[in-house]
């Protein structure tokens, strides 16, 4: 007999709320498969693929979805990225808990999703920066975004889309992507991005990196001002 549900961490969560009703997903580097798993028996989405690079994480997640009932819907594949996942097979895909750069790599890599009915779900670890640059000049946009606290880090995802030309970004974009103010993790991921800001900025002082100290105090500023209302200032 199939245990009961159990509840996403608010981290993938965030994942969760992305995906789309009814869609077909793949996760790429699914570890226990706890995303799909959720996804398929609170009936978000009828089937699953679950991969991964190494063939570990996928014992753990067969062992998943038989303990929640899920194993006739879910089906686990060996893949480095989406080099072993077919453009048929997937609608949304979730790539979440890797870094920024290698998150782009795949997408780089992937031609079919280049395709505007497809849907990226992306949660990177790192370089986020990098990742929303490297979309954008791809042809993807991001489409929203959300934040969340989850065991004392904060973290955010967000879904993308294939364009085909280059989306309209504001000077913000590559630090808070679409996140909207208003909401309290919100700020608090922007106080994140302000701190590591405020360190490349004594950098800057001391003529290291590629931005002047003044790019960077205006790119302050204008986080400050949109983001850090007084209800939500730390």
């Not at 799909?36 to 028996?41: E, G, Q, S």
């Not at 753990?60 to 899920?70: I, L």
């Not at 990742?131 to 004392?152: P, S």
């Not at 955010?156 to 996140?179: I, N, Q, R, V």
Request: proline share 4%; glycine share 8%.
């Amino acid at each position: 007999m199939a245990r009961p549900l159990f509840q996403l961490s608010p981290r993938l969560a965030l994942c969760a709320k992305l995906v789309r009703e009814g869609s077909t997903l793949c996760d790429v580097g699914t570890d226990h498969a706890y995303l799909p798993i959720y996804l398929l028996k609170s009936g978000k989405i009828l089937c699953a693929i679950a991969s991964d690079i190494n063939s570990g994480p996928l014992a753990a997640a067969e062992k998943n979805a038989e303990k929640y009932g899920a194993e006739g819907n879910l089906i686990l594949r060996l893949s480095d990225g989406l080099r072993e996942i077919g453009e048929q097979e997937a609608d949304d895909i979730v790539i979440a808990g890797m870094g920024g750069e290698l998150i782009l790599r795949i997408v780089s890599d992937t031609p079919w999703l280049q395709d505007s009915k497809k849907r990226l779900i992306l949660q990177p670890m790192s370089s986020m920066e990098e990742l929303r640059i490297g979309l954008r000049d791809l042809g993807f946009a991001v489409l929203e975004e959300h934040a969340a606290e989850d065991a004392g880090k904060i973290y955010s995802a967000f879904s993308a889309a294939f364009l085909g030309t280059t989306p309209e970004t504001d000077e913000l974009y590559p630090y808070l992507g679409k996140l909207q103010p208003g909401e309290e993790a919100v700020a608090q991921y922007a106080e994140k991005i302000l701190r590591e800001l405020r360190n490349r900025l004594k950098g800057a002082e001391r003529g290291k990196g590629e931005q002047s100290p003044e790019e960077l105090k205006q790119i302050i500023q204008s986080i400050e001002a949109r983001y850090l209302s007084q209800e939500y200032r730390t």
